[in-house]
């Protein structure tokens, strides 16, 4: 019998012990699935002694047996690539920067989306910040 002790951190078995990293997610998840699964805790025990919900118990389940223990491993929340300005969005802006250089942001992004792109102000404003297209503004000397 394997049963993970909290206080110690620690994997506790029959003949000894094997300590466990305080944020290794990993294997914490891992020793919830054990302990409810082979340990004869029960998921709603397991899942309350690890913090888990049930419903997310029955998800890391379900991910460990289909994926094995990488899936248990927390992945990166929101979306995973730009899917509004994508590179033929970022290539319209600059073209019609270059076309027009005293467009606004508003009048590039309105002529993308009558071509059918779909593209708010505040993204060509984001994609003329990071290409340094901005408008040059006339700066006052004091040599004249």
Request: glycine share 6%.
């Amino acid at each position: 019998m394997v049963w993970f002790n909290l206080e110690e951190q620690a994997l506790i078995g029959a003949d000894g012990s094997l300590e466990v990293l305080l944020d290794d997610e990993i294997t914490h998840k891992l020793c919830m699935l054990i302990e409810g699964e082979c340990e004869g805790l029960g998921p709603s025990q397991a899942a309350q002694k690890y913090d888990f919900s049930k419903q997310r118990y029955f998800q890391l389940r379900t991910a460990f047996g289909e994926q094995g223990a990488i899936a248990l491993r927390s992945q990166k929340r929101g979306p995973k690539r730009n899917y509004r300005r994508t590179h033929e969005v970022v290539r319209q802006i600059i073209r019609h920067r270059f076309l027009d250089s005293h467009a606004s942001a508003d009048v590039i992004a309105q002529k993308l989306r009558q071509c059918g792109l779909s593209i708010s102000t505040r993204s060509v404003e984001r994609v003329i910040q990071e290409f340094g297209l901005q408008k040059k503004t006339a700066s006052l000397s004091s040599n004249p």
